[in-house]
């Protein structure tokens, strides 16, 4: 049986583009898997805390054992979405592109999922490339949604897109050795049928993954 992970970062519980698009998702896979395993963390309901000079004292302590019960509370909410991370094996991103970048929560969960000893182990002894992630296997999708457009290699705005570009980068913490699939919509500021094409392009290929993702793990 599949687990899947859904991140939900966009602040808009109505009329938002990325929460319909994973259901899409969702509900392609369901129907080639109808017994997958489904964990929501949604962002805008229960938004990450910032990580903060306790929490950085806790989770870098040199020795866990002499960490206060006081200081471990500050990371419950990281202990907590890590195991979601650890239990799944598709995690799918569904993030609206904010200000060029992720959504503030979204980065927040990242903050809060990167920990030493957790999901990346530090050693000086590897040289110049001392960190390494300690989770693999798992497959990414990002599901996304833009008010602009243009935003693809080699696209004008490409320089801009700092959305897909910062969650790759970050990838490897999450257990993801490969190449994630990017479905995105494009146009929502224009609301015309550049939007309408986009909109309806990126929930077909919604479906067509799910369903040949859902194939092949079943
Ligand atoms: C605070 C905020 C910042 C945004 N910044 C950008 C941006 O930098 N570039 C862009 O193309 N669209 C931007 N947009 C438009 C959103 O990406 C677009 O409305 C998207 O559909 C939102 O996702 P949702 O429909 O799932 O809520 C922004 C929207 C908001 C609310």
């Not at 080639?32 to 903060?52: G, I, K, S, Y």
């Not at 700092?162 to 990838?171: F, W």
């Not at 550049?194 to 194939?215: G, M, Q």
């Amino acid at each position: 049986m599949t687990q899947i992970l859904i991140i939900q970062a966009s602040a808009r519980k109505n009329r938002s583009l990325t929460r319909a698009l994973s259901e899409e998702f969702l509900t392609a896979w369901r129907s080639h898997e109808p017994d997958v395993r489904v964990v929501t963390r949604d962002l805008a309901e229960n938004p990450p805390p910032f990580v903060n000079e306790a929490w950085i004292a806790a989770a870098f302590a040199k020795d866990p054992d002499k960490v206060s019960a006081e200081e471990l509370t500050v990371l419950k909410f990281s202990d907590e979405i890590i195991r979601e991370v650890e239990a799944a094996d598709v995690i799918v991103i569904s993030a609206p592109m904010y200000n060029y970048g992720m959504p503030a929560a979204l980065k927040a969960w990242f903050d809060q999922v990167i920990r030493i000893n957790k999901t990346f182990t530090f050693d000086l002894e590897r040289g110049d490339r001392p960190i390494e992630p300690v989770l693999s296997g798992k497959s990414l999708v990002i599901l996304s949604s833009r008010g602009e457009a243009y935003f693809g290699p080699g696209e004008v705005n490409f320089p801009h897109n700092h959305l897909e570009t910062h969650i790759t980068s970050c990838k490897h913490f999450l257990g993801v050795n490969t190449d994630p699939f990017v479905i995105h919509i494009d146009f929502q500021e224009f609301g015309d049928h550049r939007h309408t094409a986009s909109k309806a392009a990126a929930h077909e290929r919604a479906r067509t993954l799910a369903r040949e993702f859902a194939r092949q793990r079943h």
